[in-house]
């Protein structure tokens, strides 16, 4: 197995490499938990074709060039990384939950005609998606005359999400930019919701600096739980609290990690990650061990 064609291989129809965890059987992995740099597609598709039944989360390492002067700080052992990734392959298995804060559908599901790699082509049968979110945003509350929908789009971080059967969204990537004259959306994602697939857009409510939630706190009893969160990337100063002992937090039987960056998080046999890079800030994958 050679680790540079893992992390070289993205991109729809791309065949990826199996990956090989030295002594481990494949059917004995239950979970992966693990930490990556930006360029985490080639592993994130590798990982999902080698245990395509494990429960998957990843949290993108955020910037370190300030701290430590490398791009990014991960820890194996006694080493220290700045590229690549590190993690942990579980044999227990246990429950994933990912979960959106502060997402507002603003418009009725929808379904995908044609997509292609990163690109909606059309959306309930109109070859021009891009209108169709003008549309939607025009009947948006927010959007008035000193806030056109036109400056919502480019202004706004809008997303589009593919909902299941309980009308809840599961996977959410960023909309990047459309063209309203070709009419084509652009994804933050390598793969956009594909054809026939149930999507809506959406934008954050509230303000979403101020608003996150932590993971509730569990007890001594309470199962075992990786979070991992995202965060704004700027905080003001006027946001910042002087912590004190009174401000801590104790989140027992918890591993909490945030990143401003992005999250990855698959379910068993899905190919395409529920979300990524860009996705909305207060999204919390998790892994927790099931109650005995």
């Known amino acids: 197995m050679s680790w540079e064609d893992v992390w070289n291989r993205r991109g729809e129809g791309v065949d990826s490499p199996s990956i090989d965890l030295g002594n481990t059987l494949t059917e004995e992995v239950q979970s992966l938990v693990y930490f990556t740099d930006r360029a985490y597609q080639g592993l994130s598709r590798s990982l999902s074709q080698t245990y395509p039944l494990a429960h998957k989360v990843g949290l993108i390492a955020p910037s370190t060039l300030t701290v430590t002067e490398l791009p990014a700080t991960m820890l194996y052992q006694n080493n220290i990384c700045s590229t690549g990734a590190v993690g942990l392959a579980l044999k227990n298995r246990y429950k994933q939950g990912i979960r959106f804060q502060n997402l507002q559908a603003i418009s009725e599901p929808m379904t995908v005609g044609s997509s292609q790699g990163n690109i909606i082509h059309s959306l309930n049968g109109d070859a021009n998606p891009t209108q169709l979110l003008l549309r939607i945003l025009e009947n948006t509350p927010g959007t008035s005359a000193a ?146």
Do not use: W
């Not at 959306?185 to 959406?202: E, H, I, R, T, W």
């Not at 569990?218 to 609290?241: C, H, M, Q, R, Y």
């Not at 698959?266 to 979300?275: G, I």
């Open 147 to 292: 806030n056109p929908a036109s400056y919502r789009f480019l202004n706004e971080r809008v997303f589009i999400g593919q909902v299941g059967a309980d009308g809840k969204p599961f996977r959410v990537v960023h909309i990047t930019s459309g063209d309203p004259s070709r009419g084509s959306l652009s994804v933050s994602s390598d793969v956009a919701p594909p054809a026939d697939s149930k999507v809506q857009f959406f934008i954050q409510s509230g303000d979403a600096t101020n608003s996150l939630q932590l993971p509730g706190q569990n007890s001594d009893e309470a199962p075992f739980k990786f979070d991992f969160i995202t965060v704004p990337e700027l905080v003001s100063s006027g946001e910042l609290i002087n912590m004190s002992d009174d401000h801590s937090i104790v989140l027992e039987n918890t591993f909490c990690a945030a990143t401003d960056v992005g999250i990855v998080a698959h379910r068993p046999e899905d190919k395409e990650e529920c979300v990524g890079s860009d996705c909305p800030v207060g999204t919390t994958a998790s892994l927790e061990t099931a109650c005995m």
